[in-house]
Nanobody
Framework: QVHLVQSGGGSVQVGGSLRLSCAAV????????LAWFRQTPETEREGVAF???????RYADSVKGRFTVSKEDDKKTWHLQMNSLRPEDTAMYYC???????????????????WGQGSQVNVSS
């Protein structure tokens, strides 16, 4: 069993930066694909950054060039560095993970079976 523990988030002004972290706790043998999703009361859950089966990091167009996902293998922890934040980045952010094979690039929230508790990000103008 594995579960995800998130940290980070908070409030920042436009143009500022925040970092979210997601730690995998429990049995993590095998390769985990991880994604960061965000959601507001008005929108569906949107995937913004992905750590795929091949170990590559990929991003939604809305955050490309501003957000960076990284991983600390020894700590089984992923980070989402968010720079140049905009008001439209305001949302609850969730990390999500599930075991995957090298060719997999999961994108649908239904493909992930472990979720973090969520971290609120507020960007004010």
């Amino acid at each position: 069993q594995v579960h995800l523990v998130q940290s980070g988030g908070g409030s920042v002004q436009v143009g500022g930066s925040l970092r979210l972290s997601c730690a995998a706790v429990g049995t993590t043998e095998g390769h985990l694909c991880l994604a960061w999703f965000r959601q507001t009361p008005e929108t569906e859950r949107e995937g913004v950054a992905f750590f795929d089966g091949d170990g590559g990091a990929r991003y939604a167009d809305s955050v490309k060039g501003r957000f960076t996902v990284s991983k600390e293998d020894d700590k089984k922890t992923w980070h989402l560095q968010m720079n140049s934040l905009r008001p439209e980045d305001t949302a609850m952010y969730y990390c999500a993970a599930w075991w995957c094979l090298s060719y997999m690039r999961p994108r649908d929230p239904a493909e992930f079976h472990r979720w973090g508790q969520g971290s609120q990000v507020n960007v004010s103008s």
